[in-house]
């Protein structure tokens, strides 16, 4: 079993910055493909990056792509979000996921059977 903790959130202005960490423990990631989801209030949660096991490929939501940037230290069984040119529309809890089989799907939540219990992004405007 693999655990997932978010960590990073909180509230900034409109284009400030923030960076999210995803601390992984129970066992090692680095086979894994992993993803960071969002789910504003009263919204569907929504896919905003995802990496590949070695740290490649990297996809990402048309909302966040060119602002956003995933990366990931297997080292440190860690995977982070860097995001920039924050807007009041990224408002929402960020949830961190594992994906074992690395499929093709990475843009679903069913593709990933792990989950962190998310950290709150507030963005005033």
């Known amino acids: 079993q693999v655990q997932l903790l978010e960590s990073g959130g909180g509230l900034v202005q409109a284009g400030e910055s923030l960076r999210l960490s995803c601390a992984a423990s129970?066992?090692?990631?680095?086979?894994?493909?992993m993803g960071w989801f969002r789910q504003a209030p009263g919204k569907e949660r929504e896919f905003v990056a995802t990496?590949?096991?070695?740290?490649?490929?990297?996809y990402y939501g048309t909302s966040v792509k060119g602002r956003f940037t995933i990366s990931r230290d297997n080292a440190k069984n860690t995977v982070y979000l860097q995001m920039n040119s924050l807007k009041y529309a990224d408002t929402a809890v960020y949830y961190c996921a594992a994906d074992p089989d690395s499929g093709s799907y990475y843009y679903t939540d069913d593709e990933y059977d792990y989950w962190g219990p998310g950290t709150q992004v507030t963005v005033s405007s």
């Open positions: 129970g066992r090692t990631i680095s086979s894994y493909a």
């Open positions: 990496i590949g096991h070695n740290g490649t490929p990297t």
